[in-house]
């Protein structure tokens, strides 16, 4: 928050605090929150399990909605300028928003979290054009190189509650290698030779590698590529000779593309099922279980194994 903002914010607390007259403390009790943005909801909900108290966080990319096609609004960008500390993704997920980065890069504290991530840890896409798969939430022990430097930007930025940011974070983390071991033992219920999860773009490659899913999408990386009637051949053939019985839409990719593979599958004489749907690049409604990461995650494993096992 800009300085003279919080003048005026300080004063009008003082103001509350004198006429209630139930309080003795200082203004430094009362101290005004952190004012984070975020892109996707993912990491907005790492900033509040990390920050808790001391921040107010505003996630630019509600349920729904795709970040890789996903453009900045005017309000989008008053928010953004507003902020005290910026954090994305990064590698390239939000792919028109570079610039806006670029430039906020050189006017605040602004972290894409993914980033963060050890190199040699990244998929890289083979074949004509190398890409960087930026999906690194769905495998955890990466997503927790975010946690990270969502603690270290808090850090840095008010070092005063350094403290409370490493416990938040110890015991975050710790949720998520129970949520982690969660995760394996469901998807163990699944017989190997199901452990194929096809969706409508290639967002679960991280989550295959790190459950050992075999992990199929109609679009590639980015939801920018068309996909053509050979792609939907080529699925629907993966489909018939693994003899795989469900495909799964996504909350945040119209369901147009992947019933185009359910119905050239039944052409073909393979009888195919939505096996539900799952949160890929956005997550559910705020307030819901699923408008958390861990809750959304959780989501994503209970559909799987109850369409595939
Ligand atoms: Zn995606």
Redesign the pocket.
């Known amino acids: 928050m800009k300085k003279w903002l919080g003048y005026v914010f300080g004063a009008g607390l003082l103001l509350i605090v004198m006429s209630g007259c139930s309080s003795t403390e200082t203004n430094k009790g009362n101290e005004e929150k952190i004012n984070v943005t975020t892109t996707i909801g993912q990491i907005g909900d790492i900033v509040e399990n990390i920050g808790k108290d001391h921040v107010q966080v505003d996630s630019l990319m509600g349920p729904g909605i795709?970040?890789?096609l996903y453009k900045a609004s005017q309000g989008d960008i008053n928010k953004l300028s507003n902020a005290d500390i910026i954090f994305y993704n990064g590698l390239h997920?939000e792919g028109k928003m570079g610039e806006i980065f670029a430039k906020m890069k050189g006017e605040k504290p602004t972290y894409p979290v993914a980033e963060a991530i050890p190199e040699e840890k990244l998929l890289i896409t083979q074949g004509s054009s190398k890409a960087v798969d930026?999906?690194v939430w769905f495998d955890i022990d990466l997503w927790k190189y975010a946690v990270l430097e969502v603690r270290d930007g808090l850090i840095e930025y008010d070092p005063d509650h350094k403290e409370d940011y490493e416990k938040n974070a110890e015991e975050y983390l710790e949720e998520l290698t129970k949520l982690q071991e969660e995760a394996q033992s469901k998807l163990n219920e699944i017989p190997e030779e199901s452990r194929v999860l096809v969706t409508a773009?290639?967002?679960f490659q991280y989550f295959g590698q790190a459950y050992g899913m075999e992990v199929k999408g109609l679009q590639g990386?980015?939801?920018d590529s068309e996909y053509g009637l050979r792609d939907v051949q080529n699925l629907v053939n993966v489909l018939a000779d693994q003899n795989i019985k469900a495909v799964f839409i996504?909350s945040?990719?119209s369901e147009r593309s992947i019933n185009a593979v359910v119905e050239g599958a039944r052409k073909k004489g393979h009888e195919v099922e939505i096996g539900g749907e799952l949160f890929?690049?956005a997550m559910g409604e705020k307030g819901s279980p699923e408008g958390t990461y861990i809750g959304m995650y959780q989501h994503n494993i209970e559909t799987i194994v109850e369409a595939l096992k």
Do not use: K, V
């Open positions: 795709d970040p890789h997920l930026p999906h773009h290639d967002a990386l980015s939801t996504e945040s990719i890929s690049d």
